[in-house]
């Protein structure tokens, strides 16, 4: 597959060089990318700045009209875009689908909210106003794991504030990306959206190139570090979700036999490479090996494979060196003394498959349990006491999300209302919604998105006084 090109002013253009794309439910590639350049993305950043010129004053229900006409070209094409999808980051089918719904019904939810702003008092002036004002240009940068949905809803996100953009997917699934690209450039203005692929040399140029606004960055923590530092030269706004590793405390009053399967898919959906996902169960040490064994049980009549099998539930870690890592974790853990009850191992098969994983007998210290493995293997750590739960579920260096399983809520918010997380579940674990803002403490990432705080992260406060009410 050959037929990939830029988005750049509302126009399709090609690259000079290309790169394959891996299929990693086979480890072969199947596709070439183009490879852009450095001269092609100052042509995209002087097409969003005419593009914003004339964005900018449009009124908001102009803005939503356009924002509700691309989602729905979206939902016309998403068989397949839900099918290159599944090609190029092998979730199946199935879920693949589902993404593409949600990419659609971000743009279109972040499109009804309203930004705010206006009279706040009167002054010595005359009236005192607050206005939200778009900032320009913003650089999106997406990653690898749900790359249309975590896209769009930046996307969204800088349109309806007022902004023009760049966008850059990973270079791991830089297709469908590419895909909603073109369709961008024939459903809004030309240069609002331009789509660019190529590897970490463009991801630098736009966060080193002048033209560019604000960077809007999804990914790893260590990444999200070196994007912030290079931002930092011409203080470029950034918002940045980042790595967790999210702990699920599961108490001694809950019923074992009825949370197993859903705490199991919350860590394990989309084979651990979520970034929501659970990464570390805490359990109350009574209904520790029960929980243990129940959670293994939902390890082995799982059903792994390639994204277009029939009944296939979890697909392939996306690439080589992410499959590499989850290995290497796996190794860790069993030189640390953990117990592999079910897993630990890579399929017998082409692709990056992993068995899904569960393992006990480790504490902190071990790379599974410090680390964000971002692949299908799960921890359960067993605990005594309430206050001791709390204390290690908050003894890490991420805080994106965390959930307490309880049957006793009022026990159970008590101890949720102590976890130092962006998002807090109780009796679940997993979801968002744009207009409920997200992100995470510490270095899980900086601002938030979606909800009014994510929209407002995308344009700048200014007081007006004496301008009227």
Not at 203 to 225: C, L, R, Y
Request: net charge negative.
């Amino acid at each position: 597959m050959t037929n990939f090109l830029l988005s750049i002013g509302g126009e399709a253009v090609p690259a000079a060089a290309h790169f394959p794309v891996i299929d990693p439910a086979t480890g072969e590639p199947f596709a070439l990318a183009p490879d852009a350049s450095e001269a092609q993305l100052d042509l995209a950043v002087t097409a969003a700045r005419n593009a914003f010129a004339i964005w900018r004053h449009l009124d908001a229900p102009a803005r939503t009209a356009a924002m509700v006409t691309f989602a729905d070209a979206i939902r016309a094409q998403a068989e397949p875009l839900a099918e290159l999808l599944t090609r190029e980051q092998g979730k199946p089918l199935s879920v693949a689908r589902r993404e593409v719904a949600f990419a659609a019904d971000r743009i279109a939810g972040m499109a009804a909210l309203d930004i705010g702003g206006g009279y706040l008092r009167e002054g010595p002036l005359g009236p005192v106003r607050l206005d939200y004002v778009p900032m320009g240009v913003v650089g999106v940068i997406a990653p690898w794991n749900a790359p249309l949905i975590l896209a769009m809803q930046m996307v969204a996100q800088a349109l309806a504030a007022g902004n023009a953009v760049v966008v850059k997917p990973s270079p791991f699934t830089p297709l469908s990306t590419l895909r909603l690209g073109e369709l961008a450039a024939r459903t809004l203005p030309p240069g609002l959206v331009n789509t660019l692929s190529g590897g970490n040399d463009l991801g630098q140029w736009m966060t080193n190139h002048p033209g560019i606004d604000k960077i809007a960055f999804v990914g790893s923590t260590a990444t999200g570090k070196k994007v912030m530092a290079a931002a930092s030269a011409s203080l470029k706004r950034v918002s940045l979700e980042l790595g967790g590793n999210d702990a699920a405390i599961v108490l001694d009053d809950i019923d074992v036999t009825e949370i197993a399967p859903r705490l199991f898919a919350s860590a394990f959906i989309n084979s651990g490479q979520i970034c929501m996902a659970v990464k570390r169960v805490l359990v109350q040490a009574p209904i520790a090996g029960a929980l243990a064994d129940a959670l293994a049980a939902e390890a082995q009549k799982a059903r792994v494979g390639g994204g277009f099998e029939p009944d296939v539930e979890y697909g392939p870690v996306q690439n080589r060196p992410q499959f590499d890592k989850v290995l290497a974790i796996i190794e860790d853990a069993r030189a640390q003394g953990g117990t592999i009850l079910t897993g630990g191992h890579a399929l017998n098969r082409p692709g990056y498959f992993i068995a899904p994983t569960i393992v006990t007998g480790l504490r902190e210290g071990s790379r599974l349990v410090d680390e964000e493995q971002f692949g299908p293997v799960l921890p359960i750590l067993s605990f005594d006491s309430d206050e001791e739960a709390v204390t290690r579920a908050n003894a890490t260096r991420f805080g994106l999300g965390a959930s307490v399983w309880s049957g006793n809520r009022a026990r159970a918010e008590a101890l949720a209302k102590r976890l130092e997380a962006g998002t807090v579940w109780i009796n679940g674990h997993g979801g968002a919604a744009p207009d409920l803002p997200f992100g995470g403490f510490k270095e899980s990432g900086i601002g938030r998105g979606m909800g009014l705080a994510g929209l407002r992260s995308y344009a700048e406060i200014r007081v007006m006084h004496g301008v009227g009410g």
